[in-house]
Nanobody, 122 residues
Framework: QVLLVESGGGSVQAGGSLRLSCAAS????????MSWFRQAPGKEREFVAG????????LYADSVKGRFTISRDNAKNTVYLQMNNLKPEDTAVYFC???????????????WGQGTQVTVSS
């Protein structure tokens, strides 16, 4: 069982930046696709960004493309989400997830972190 722990969330004004980190332990991080999802109150969890094990292929939701960047450091078993030009609609709990495929469907990811809150004020 892979343990995923997110960090880096917080409160920021619109237009600001945050960098989220997700540290993995107890599993085969280097062979897992890693993705970020987010969930706002009353809404379903939605895909934000994902990255293949090698880092050679990435995928972004249209709503964050050009503003967010996903990356990974396999030597540190860590995946990152750099979030720039944040908007109030980015407010949500952000989760990292590990799975075998680079997809946007939540049910295809096998391991999840506990989440970290991101709040963006206007």
């Amino acid at each position: 069982q892979v343990l995923l722990v997110e960090s880096g969330g917080g409160s920021v004004q619109a237009g600001g930046s945050l960098r989220l980190s997700c540290a993995a332990s107890g599993g085969t991080f280097n062979t897992d696709t890693m993705s970020w999802f987010r969930q706002a109150p009353g809404k379903e969890r939605e895909f934000v960004a994902g990255i293949r094990p090698s880092g050679g292929r990435v995928l972004y939701a249209d709503s964050v493309k050009g503003r967010f960047t996903i990356s990974r450091d396999n030597a540190k078993n860590t995946v990152y989400l750099q979030m720039n030009n944040l908007k109030p609609e980015d407010t949500a709990v952000y989760f990292c997830a590990a799975g075998p495929y680079l997809v946007v469907t939540t049910t295809l990811y096998e391991n999840w972190g506990q989440g970290t809150q991101v709040t963006v004020s206007s």
